[in-house]
């Protein structure tokens, strides 16, 4: 079930991703599909590439948030390293995956330190 | 009741988070909670949908005389971050305050200049005070993952396990 919140962060993900500086793609595709997008864009009255590359959009986020949320499963678990997240997803992901863990654990450790002193001072 | 002695700067993410699984108030009570007039009107915006994200926002903003809101002139900005979020992290820079969210670009970008924890922060505290059981705080942490699409992620499993064993 989709949150009128969690469409607007899609949307607003889709239109930077329209908005952006461009690359060529090209790609082959049966016959079958392109027929099938030809009606799509009769019947939604949308441009076929534009169309296209908004659904693309939407698929490689919640792609990418998936795997990416798969890894650090297995980074949090200690199943692999910073350093093959390094060579798996680049730097800036593997750092801001060690921020998160060090906070998580950092967090943790606060909790446990301050719920004490709290049990100290209403006891 | 006496308050700790602990000051806490909230971001709405950590509002929304601790709402979502009925600790808010009971933060409130125990500790003093500061945030900005930004975050107020962040929340205004969640509360005009009817979704469950707008109802919590309403809830948080029905408490907002519980808490300490304030602006910060921003002179230390962060490029990463939007507006809303430079603001509570010069507030938290100026009031030497902890700043607990669960955005984890601010966690990334602010961790060596202030205090940053994640709101499961609070789970731990009002187990290991008792004002929790175990089996209670777990599965508070299962309904905020899932409130939060967390799923396996980083914070959850570190704080599941975490939890499992105190």
């Not at chain 1, 009769?42 to 948030?65: G, I, M, Q, Y």
């Not at chain 1, 921020?99 to 002193?117: L, N, P, Q, T």
Request: proline fraction near 1%; charged fraction near 30%; charge should be neutral.
């Amino acid at each position: 079930m989709f949150s009128a919140t969690f469409i607007y962060q899609l949307l607003s993900y889709t239109i930077r991703v329209i908005n952006m500086e461009t690359e060529q793609f090209n790609i082959r595709m049966p016959k079958d599909l392109v027929q099938d997008l030809d009606i799509i864009s009769k019947l939604l009255k949308v441009n076929k590439s534009e169309w296209v590359k908004t659904k693309l959009a939407e698929e490689v986020h919640e792609e990418k948030n998936k795997l990416l949320m798969e890894l650090s499963t297995l980074y949090a678990k200690g199943m692999i390293g910073k350093k093959e997240i390094v060579q798996l997803v680049g730097r800036d992901i593997a750092d801001e995956m060690e921020s998160i863990k060090i906070i998580a654990e950092k967090s943790v450790k606060h909790g446990i330190e301050y719920g004490k002193r709290l049990k100290k001072l209403h006891s | 009741m006496e308050k700790g002695s602990k000051n806490y700067i909230l971001d709405t993410s950590a509002l929304i988070s601790l709402e979502s699984i009925n600790i808010l108030e009971q933060v409130l009570k125990l500790y003093s909670v500061t945030t900005t007039n930004s975050v107020i009107k962040e929340l205004e915006e969640f509360a005009k949908y009817d979704d469950s994200y707008g109802e919590i926002a309403k809830s948080i903003l029905k408490m907002k005389t519980k808490f300490t809101i304030e602006s910060c002139e921003i002179t230390e900005s962060i490029k990463h971050l939007e507006s809303t979020d430079n603001e509570l992290y010069n507030l938290s820079l100026k009031k030497k305050l902890p700043l607990v969210t669960d955005e984890t670009k601010i966690v990334h970008h602010t961790r060596h200049k202030i205090d940053v924890y994640f709101s499961p922060v609070f789970l731990i505290l009002l187990l290991q005070a008792e004002y929790f059981t175990k089996e209670g705080v777990l599965d508070k942490l299962e309904k905020l993952s899932a409130i939060r699409n967390w799923g396996n992620n980083i914070i959850y499993l570190i704080t599941k396990n975490q939890i499992e064993k105190l």
